[in-house]
Nanobody
């Protein structure tokens, strides 16, 4: 059974940076798409970023474009979310997700097959 394990969450001050990691228990990312979603208290889960592992093509929500970067390391079977210039409104539980590539709506959480446990990111002002 494939598992996605997230790490790197914590408390950071506004304007700071933080990097999240998502490691798979098996080699599944080579022809996958991995996505990042977040959910703030009382709000619905929203799309943050995604990357196609075969090409390295990335996609970002307008709210994080220019501040966040997602990347992958095939040797480690790990995907990263580098978060810079953090704002208090970035505070949320962040989730990584994955599914096989082949053409789908990368921003639609319902189309991903595997999910991490989530990690809390809190940005203080």
């Amino acid at each position: 059974q494939v598992q996605l394990v997230e790490s790197g969450g914590g408390l950071v001050q506004a304007g700071g940076s933080q990097r999240l990691s998502c490691a798979a228990s098996a080699r599944i990312f080579s022809n996958y798409v991995t996505g990042w979603f977040r959910q703030a208290p009382g709000k619905e889960r929203e799309f943050v970023a995604a990357i196609r592992w075969s090409s390295g093509t990335t996609y970002y929500a307008d709210s994080v474009k220019g501040r966040f970067t997602t990347s992958r390391d095939s040797a480690k079977n790990t995907v990263y979310l580098q978060m810079n210039s953090l704002k208090p409104e970035d505070t949320a539980v962040y989730y990584c997700a994955a599914r096989r590539d082949g053409g789908f709506s990368y921003a639609n959480e319902g189309q991903y097959d595997y999910w991490g446990q989530g990690t809390q990111v809190t940005v203080s002002s």
